[in-house]
C-alpha cells in the first residue's frame, strides 16, 4: 500500500519561497506520476503540476513560471517550490500520485496548510 | 483550460436515496474524466476514474457514466457515510482541471 507524507514550512510572508516535500513509501515510485494540489476556499481544488521519475514535469500556466516540481528517486521523494507567494497562495497543498497520468490520483498526502501574512 | 461545471452545486438528501451529480466540460474530454469524495479536514479520496471504471475497494453503490462533454456520478442508495463533497477532474489535457464541487448534505 503506497502512503504519502508531506511536509514543510506552515506560515510565510510575501514574497517568500514555499517549500514542500513529499515523501512516498510501500510501492515503486518510478512506476506513478506525482502531482501537488492546492485548495482554497475562493478558487476550489487546483491542479499545481506533475512529476514522473524521470523529471519529466507538466506545470499549471496560472502560476507564471513560479512553481519547480523536483524529484529525488533515491529518497522517494518529490518537491514543490513556488516563489514569490502573496495571500492569493495561501491554501491547503496536497501531494498526490497516479498509476497513470490520467487515471486520477488514487494517493494523497495528509495536506499542508500554507499561510501568507506579513 | 478546460472549464468543468458541476450540478448542482449543493444538494439536500436522505440516507437510502438515489443522487446524481452532472458534470459539464467546455469540450470534448473523451473519458478522461475522474470523480473524487472529500470530507472536511481531508484530503480527496478517488472514485472513479475513466469516467465509469470504480476504483479498487469503493463500493459498489457508487458509478459513473458519460462521454465527451457531460458525465454523471451516481450514488444508488445514500449511506451515513456518503455525505460529503463530491468534485470531478479532467484529465484530457493540461493544465489538469476540476469541477467547482457539489456538497451533498442530510435533509
Known amino acids: 500500500q503506497v502512503q504519502l507524507q508531506q511536509w514543510g514550512a506552515g506560515l510565510l510572508k510575501p514574497s517568500e519561497t514555499l517549500s514542500l516535500t513529499c515523501a512516498v513509501y510501500?510501492?515503486?515510485?518510478?512506476?506513478?506520476?506525482w502531482s501537488w494540489i492546492r485548495q482554497s476556499p475562493g478558487k476550489g481544488l487546483e491542479w499545481i503540476g506533475e512529476?514522473?521519475?524521470?523529471?519529466?514535469?507538466n506545470y499549471n500556466p496560472s502560476l507564471k513560471g513560479r512553481v519547480t516540481i523536483s524529484v529525488d528517486t533515491s529518497k522517494n521523494q518529490f518537491s514543490l517550490k513556488l516563489t514569490s507567494v502573496t495571500a492569493a497562495d495561501t491554501a491547503v497543498y496536497f501531494c498526490?500520485?497516479?498509476?497513470?497520468?490520467?487515471?486520477?490520483?488514487?494517493?494523497w498526502g495528509q495536506g499542508t496548510l500554507v499561510t501568507v501574512s506579513s | 483550460d478546460i472549464q468543468l461545471t458541476q450540478s448542482p452545486s449543493f444538494l439536500s438528501a436522505s440516507v437510502g436515496d438515489r443522487v446524481t451529480i452532472t458534470c459539464r466540460a467546455s469540450?470534448?474530454?473523451?473519458?478522461?474524466l475522474a470523480w473524487y469524495q472529500q470530507k472536511p479536514g481531508k484530503a480527496p479520496q478517488l472514485l472513479i476514474y475513466?469516467?465509469?471504471t470504480l476504483q479498487s475497494g469503493v463500493p459498489s453503490r457508487f458509478s459513473g457514466s458519460g462521454s465527451g462533454t457531460e458525465f454523471t456520478l451516481t450514488i444508488s442508495s445514500l449511506q451515513p457515510e456518503d455525505f460529503a463533497t463530491y468534485y470531478c477532474?479532467?484529465?484530457?489535457?493540461?493544465?489538469?482541471?476540476f469541477g467547482q464541487g457539489t456538497k451533498l448534505e442530510i435533509k
Open positions: 475513466a469516467a465509469s
Open positions: 469540450q470534448g474530454i473523451s473519458s478522461y
Open positions: 498526490a500520485g497516479g498509476y497513470t497520468n490520467v487515471d486520477g490520483f488514487d494517493y
Open positions: 477532474q479532467q484529465l484530457n489535457s493540461y493544465p489538469r482541471t
Open positions: 510501500g510501492g515503486s515510485f518510478s512506476d506513478y506520476y
Open positions: 512529476i514522473n521519475h524521470s523529471g519529466d514535469t
